[in-house]
């Protein structure tokens, strides 16, 4: 929806991606959770765990913005050249995604 320059398009674009973020954290965090739980794993590993996501997302944070930065002086000043980057990188973790990711169906009864 960045592509847009209309004012309620943007908006809403920045609403979707507030309720995105959530559901993506949240879910996660609680797949994790329950997962851990189930196979009976150390809850300090899970503390670890999530110590270890919160750092790493730092360190991706600060390329992700130098890589943005590098987007848009390429583009000759397009703000919306980071967008694309990221469809990009998107697109390639989707195929990743897709060959490599098996299924968990969970258990049937």
Same mark, same amino acid.
């Given at each position: ?50 110590? $270890? ?6 360190? !991706? =944070?600060?390329? +992700?913005?130098?890589?943005?930065? *590098? ?18 990188? $998107? ?6 995604? !897709? =060959?490599?990711? +098996?299924?968990?169906?969970?258990? *049937?009864?």
């Amino acid at each position: 929806l960045k592509h847009f320059g209309h004012f309620y398009i943007l908006l809403l674009g920045g609403v979707l991606s507030g309720i995105s973020t959530s559901i993506l954290w949240s879910s996660f965090e609680a797949w994790m959770v329950s997962e851990h739980r189930a196979r009976g794993y150390d809850e300090l590993w899970l503390a670890n765990t999530f110590s $270890l996501m919160t750092i790493s997302n730092f360190l !991706v =944070a600060i390329p +992700s913005g130098l890589i943005a930065d *590098t987007a848009i002086w390429v583009s000759d000043g397009n703000p919306v050249a980071p967008y694309n980057v990221a469809i990009a990188v $998107l697109a390639c973790g989707i195929v990743l995604c !897709v =060959a490599n990711w +098996s299924e968990n169906y969970g258990e *049937t009864d």
